[in-house]
């Protein structure tokens, strides 16, 4: 059983930042892609950032240059800094992992997700 537990939300005001943290725990064997989603109300949840083992990364365009995406390899941990921040980032972020077991079967997982509101 692994389990991807997110912390790090809360209210914000425009300008400001936010770091949000996500570690999984479990049976794991390798930790793959590691990405941050989110979804605003009555919107579908859209992916903001990735990185893979080695530290590759890739952005939304709507977030680049503002939110920086990084992992502990050693803490099972994806981090995800988020400068400048909009109204229009408040969703519920979502951490997302792809991850091997000791069988080497590989799965998708998801945080519960963690509620981040920017006031205007």
């Known amino acids: 059983q692994v389990q991807l537990v997110e912390s790090g939300g809360g209210l914000v005001q425009a300008g400001g930042s936010l770091r949000l943290s996500c570690t999984a725990s479990g049976s794991i064997f390798s930790i793959h892609t590691m990405a941050w989603y989110r979804q605003a109300p009555g919107k579908q949840r859209d992916l903001v950032a990735t990185i893979n083992r080695a530290g590759d990364r890739n952005y939304a365009d709507s977030v680049k240059g503002r939110f920086t995406i990084s992992r502990d390899n050693a803490e099972d941990t994806v981090y995800l800094q988020m400068n400048s921040l909009k109204p229009e980032d408040t969703a519920v972020y979502y951490c997302?992992?792809?991850?091997?077991?000791?069988?080497?079967?590989?799965?998708?997982?998801w945080g519960q997700g963690t509620q981040v509101t920017v006031s205007s």
């Open positions: 997302n992992a792809d991850i091997s077991d000791y069988a080497l079967a590989t799965s998708e997982y």
